[in-house]
């Protein structure tokens, strides 16, 4: 049996200072939706309406992580390093990953999303405290 294609809903973006890959795929995806008390799609919704929560975000970009390749206590690390900061900061990476979870993404696009000059910052520059 051959391995699936999960290269349609995989996002390179920048985060914490670098890039990471972000993937929800079925069990984060369902993990999420335990998670947030609503299926993928209310998710999509909320976070495209600005009617999310916080677990709605961050949550997404954990499971994302995770998804991505990252283990599961480093993300849950890295995520509460920026958790003080404020949502809007990381709204549209989460709205990113649940996107590219419920539409794909185009082929040849995972490796460059999210990294374009209009992307919000999602990442400290070294000049910032904490670095």
């Excluded at 049996?1 to 079925?26: H, I, K, N, Y």
């Excluded at 998804?67 to 990113?96: C, K």
């Excluded at 209009?118 to 520059?125: C, E, F, I, M």
């Amino acid at each position: 049996m051959s391995e699936a294609d999960t290269s349609r809903t995989l996002v390179t973006a920048a985060f914490a200072g670098r890039p990471c890959r972000f993937q929800l795929r079925l069990g984060e995806m369902a993990e999420l939706e335990r998670l947030c008390g609503a299926g993928i799609g209310a998710i999509f919704m909320r976070l495209g309406t600005h009617q999310f929560s916080h677990r709605d975000v961050w949550d997404t970009i954990r499971l994302g992580l995770e998804g991505g390749g990252m283990s599961g206590i480093t993300a849950s690390a890295l995520v509460v390093r920026y958790q003080n900061e404020p949502l809007m900061d990381y709204l549209p990476l989460a709205g990113q990953i649940v996107s590219a979870a419920v539409n794909g993404v185009p082929k040849g696009k995972a490796e460059t999303e999210g990294e374009s000059p209009a992307d919000p910052a999602t990442s400290r520059s070294s000049s910032e405290p904490g670095q």
